[in-house]
């Protein structure tokens, strides 16, 4: 297994690619490797390249008895012998060599992509067991998104799952400190960077995470609340007494023949929240959270939301709107 083989010079990785195609290397010594050709033959030819003697030692599994005068100077190869190279992708931040393009045609690569949500929750789990999962899960969803940002070309260094782990495992040791805190051993070479400071801030605030709090006057901490007003004593407006008890009404039921107009109701369901911005992510505000709700808005009609409740149980948001000009009603049910 060699690691980080994308560091390593062009014409050690020829060496490597040789070794694998034609199955011989001659070492700094004088030794060969060489690779016994099916029917128990013998591969001839010259060597593939130079190596150091160290390098040798990394790739021979064992050896096969000689069969020739100089059988105590070449190293078989053994018939299970594979070899593993781990890189990384070229270019920035690794500023590796093109490992496929050297190397692509003898070896089978594969891309190991991040891990899913639950997988990396899982994983930062045996890390950080006494953080909360919902703050994993946060943090999770941030670095997703902004490795998506590193796809579309917005950020230049991929956020890996190493980078999280670091932050888990920092959360986990120092449970005093915020996740902003435990974000800066990362995340402060980009305060240098305008643009990306800003799409990190913008990034971490979706998901509730503050990256840093801006403060007040003299360094204080950013509140905003409410200002307080103290409300003015009870006065009595009026008093109702019933004297007679015979002259109160009867109440009947009253049956109603009620108009089928199903037609005009519109239910928009299973909808997601988008873009939920969390109110105390970088200030201290009576505000939880803030969203969009995805309201039909034209030149000749608009909707408006008559009412929202939260269902008890479910946790699911019932909105009811109604349009301007129809009247007609929409419900959305989100999550």
């Not at 190596?51 to 069969?67: D, K, L, P």
């Not at 931040?93 to 093109?98: E, S």
């Not at 999770?140 to 070309?153: I, K, M, Y």
């Amino acid at each position: 297994v060699v690691d980080e083989a994308d560091k390593a010079p062009l014409e050690v990785v020829c060496v490597l690619k040789g070794l694998v195609e034609d199955g011989e290397m001659t070492l700094a010594d004088g030794r060969r490797i060489l690779r016994q050709a099916e029917g128990g033959g013998v591969r001839g030819g010259g060597g593939g390249g130079e190596g150091t003697g160290g390098g040798g030692g990394c790739v021979v599994a064992a050896g096969a008895g000689g069969r020739s005068e100089d059988a105590d100077r070449i190293i078989w190869v053994h018939p299970s012998f594979r070899m593993f190279l781990l890189a990384n992708r070229p270019g920035f931040p690794f500023q590796g060599n093109d490992l496929f393009r050297e190397t692509g045609d003898v070896y089978a690569p594969h891309v190991v992509e991040n891990p899913d949500l639950d997988s990396e929750v899982q994983l930062l789990q045996g890390y950080a067991p006494d953080v909360e999962v919902g703050v994993l899960r946060r943090l999770s969803s941030a670095f997703t998104e902004l490795r998506n940002q590193v796809d579309e070309g917005l950020l230049t260094y991929p956020y890996s799952t190493r980078e999280l782990v670091n932050v888990t495992r920092h959360l986990q040791q120092f449970p005093g400190e915020s996740i902003g805190e435990a974000l800066r051993d990362i995340l402060d070479f980009e305060r240098h960077d305008a643009h990306a400071l800003g799409i990190l801030r913008g990034v971490l605030q979706r998901w509730g995470i503050p990256l840093d709090a801006q403060g007040g006057a003299g360094g204080a901490a950013a509140v905003e609340l409410a200002a307080e007003r103290k409300l003015p004593a009870a006065v009595l407006a009026e008093r109702w007494l019933l004297r007679r008890v015979d002259l109160v009404p009867q109440v009947s039921p009253l049956e109603i023949q009620v108009r089928n107009c199903t037609y005009m109701l519109d239910f928009k369901g299973g909808q997601k929240l988008e873009s939920i911005l969390a109110g105390r992510s970088a200030r201290f505000t009576e505000e939880l959270a803030r969203w969009r709700l995805p309201l039909h808005s034209s030149p000749y009609e608009k909707e408006m939301v008559v009412e929202a409740v939260v269902l008890p149980g479910s946790g699911y948001l019932c909105v009811l709107m109604e349009r301007s000009v129809t009247g007609s009603i929409s419900v959305i049910l989100q999550d």
